[in-house]
Each structure stands twice: as C-alpha cells, then as structure tokens.
T-cell receptor, first 116, second 111 residues
Framework: DSGVTQTPKHLITATGQRVTLRCSPR?????VYWYQQSLDQGLQFLIQ???????AKGNILERFSAQQFPDLHSELNLSSLELGDSALYFC???????????????FGPGTRLTVL | GQQVMQIPQYQHVQEGEDFTTYCNSS?????IQWYKQRPGGHPVFLIQ?????EVKKQKRLTFQFGEAKKNSSLHITATQTTDVGTYFC???????????FGTGTRLKVLA
C-alpha cells in the first residue's frame, strides 16, 4: 500500500458524459501528478500540482481539467468523454517537486475508466 | 518536446539469465527515475539517479546514468520469476518539473 488513495476504482460511463476522479496523496506529500495509461501502453503525463498550484502540464486534452484543493487532495475532471478516453488513470504523489529533492513518486492503485 | 525511448519493448529470458533495458532521452535530464510495474499493479519506485555517470546498485539490480545525462540503463543479474513486470524509466528535463516516462520494457522470466 503506497498510502495514495484513488476513487472510484472502476468507472463505466457513456460517450459524451463527464466524470470526476479523486486522489488523496500520502500524508505530507505536496505534489500530485496525474497519468493516463492505455491498454498495454506507457504512462502519459497529464498534469502536476504542487501545494495547490499547477506546476507542469503534459499532453492533457482541453476536455480534461484538474485541481488541487487546500487539503491537498486532487480531482481530475474528464468531460465530453470519447471511446478513446478509456484507460487506467493513475495519481501519484511526492514530497517535493523540484530537482533538489528525491522526487520518489508514490502511485495510487488507479481508476479504470471504461467509456461505452 | 522531450521524448524518452526505451529498448527493448519486450524481453523473454530464462530464469538465471541477465537482463538489461536502455533508456534514451531526446534532451538532457536533471535526473532520471526507474519504476517497476507488476501485471495488474501500479508503478513502484526503484531509484533516482542525479549525477552524471552515476552508478547505483540494489542487490541484483544495477542502474547507470550516462555521462551526458541523456541515457540510462537498468541491469538485472541472474533474473528470478519475481522480476517479471514492466520497467519504466522517467526523466525530468532540465528546467522542468514534469517527468516523462519511457515506453517501458516488459520482462518475462521463464522458469
């Protein structure tokens, strides 16, 4: 158990719908990262927050948005869902975000999203 | 943008054989991390390398960071069935905060 929690574990929805994925980082971690992993694919970096502020952005679609709240939990919102959005979405947390830290990322168990 | 490639994509070895995966970045990295993902699981951090030419060992695993800080390798000596999984490198580009994950190398170990 990494200490990172993600809810829900599974999500099945229809095209065009909107969903929210939730992540609670490890106690004390200030950074939250979101990744998308399609079937048998690598991890695509979506976005990173540090202490409530957006720190880095990857290949995140305009239909997707995220935020980190004052209690440091984070939510990833996916809207106008398409079949191709079906994937495993991982959240990870780390203590820091800069290059002077050992930014060991602790991954949650993931949310498996299926769009029908 | 920054790209990180890994080779090979797949590797099947007999138990007891050695295994190496290579990671190459299109840009200079400030540091590189390695993760292992078991089938059906989530990535688990193995190590972070920061210095040019750095070599670190963890039991049967040896990690290297290239002199130019653009490539890295993971070598496993005498593989065991417990080594099965996908190994990812993740590079943090100089001056950026994000980590770009490599394409991964899926290792299968035949008993």
């Amino acid at each position: 158990d990494s200490g990172v929690t993600q809810t829900p574990k599974h999500l099945i929805t229809a095209t065009g719908q909107r969903v929210t994925l939730r992540c609670s980082p490890r106690s004390g971690d200030l950074s939250v990262y979101w990744y998308q992993q399609s079937l048998d694919q690598g991890l695509q970096f979506l976005i990173q927050y540090y202490n409530g502020e957006e720190r880095a952005k990857g290949n995140i679609l305009e239909r997707f948005s995220a935020q980190q709240f004052p209690d440091l939990h984070s939510e990833l919102n996916l809207s106008s869902l398409e079949l191709g959005d079906s994937a495993l979405y991982f959240c990870a947390s780390s203590v820091g975000a800069g290059t002077t830290w050992t930014n060991e990322q602790f991954f949650g168990p993931g949310t498996r999203l299926t769009v029908l | 943008g920054q790209q990180v490639m890994q080779i090979p994509q797949y590797q099947h070895v007999q138990e007891g054989e050695d295994f190496t995966t290579y990671c190459n970045s299109s840009t200079t990295l400030s540091n590189i991390q390695w993760y292992k993902q078991r089938p059906g699981g989530h990535p688990v951090f193995l190590i972070q390398l920061v210095k040019s030419g750095e070599v670190k060992k963890q039991k049967r695993l040896t990690f290297q960071f290239g002199e130019a800080k653009k490539n890295s390798s993971l070598h496993i000596t005498a593989t065991q069935t417990t080594d099965v999984g996908t190994y990812f490198c993740a590079g943090q580009g100089s001056g950026t905060y994000k980590y770009i994950f490599g394409t991964g190398t899926r290792l299968k170990v035949l008993a």
